[in-house]
């Protein structure tokens, strides 16, 4: 598979298209970001650790009935992934208050949830990625309600099987 032409580049990785139209090379890399890019460093092999652990998981969801766009591990830092159109939507789960939501609700970081919360928000950095509803997101044409109900079904189940998976490893899935 030939690399091409780079289609697109955001915080963590680049995307390249390929010489077959259905295929997209990905490339990780060193940065890390946060708190909507204001904080800045370079990771040693970040892009490595980002390829393989991204790569595992996917396959791990694969094979519990969650369709992913994973294809192959090409290189420590390359994965070819089926070509998919993306909605312009950022989607949290939330097990446990943290980070944005303690501060929007006033409740100390750590605290249970009695339900997980799955919240929207509209992927656009320089809005601030703000805080969207169904309501928004039907009305803006960004998704039909089917397509919704389908992405928090499988958000539910991808969170599921995220937190047995990683409690396997002394890990608790926050959001």
């Known amino acids: 598979m030939k690399k091409l032409q780079l289609i697109n580049e955001g ?5 390249y298209a390929t010489d077959d139209p259905n295929v997209v090379l990905i490339s990780y890399k060193d940065e890390a970001v946060a708190f909507n890019g204001l904080k800045r460093a ?4 970040k892009g490595v650790l980002s390829n393989r652990i991204n ?6 969801l694969e094979k519990n009935g969650v369709p992913t766009h994973f294809i192959e591990e090409i290189a420590d ?9 993306m909605l312009p939507l950022e989607i949290v789960v939330r097990n446990m208050v943290a980070g944005s939501l303690a501060g ?3 409740l100390p970081e750590g605290s249970r949830l009695k339900k997980t919360i799955l919240e929207f928000c509209y992927k ?5 990625d703000p805080m969207v509803n169904e309501y928004h ?10 397509e919704l109900k389908q992405i928090a079904d499988y958000c539910f189940k991808i969170d599921k099987l ?3 998976f990683l409690k396997q490893h002394g890990i608790e899935l926050i959001d």
Do not use: D, F, H, P
């Open 42 to 45: 370079t990771i040693t092999n």
């Open 11 to 15: 915080k963590g990785k680049r995307v």
């Open 137 to 146: 997101i039907t009305a803006m044409g960004w998704a039909t309600e089917k």
């Open 55 to 60: 790569n595992l998981l996917m396959q791990m």
């Open 104 to 106: 929007r609700i006033g």
């Open 124 to 128: 656009n950095e320089e809005l601030g």
């Open 77 to 85: 830092r390359e994965s070819l992934m089926k070509k998919v159109e």
């Open 162 to 164: 995220l937190s047995r």
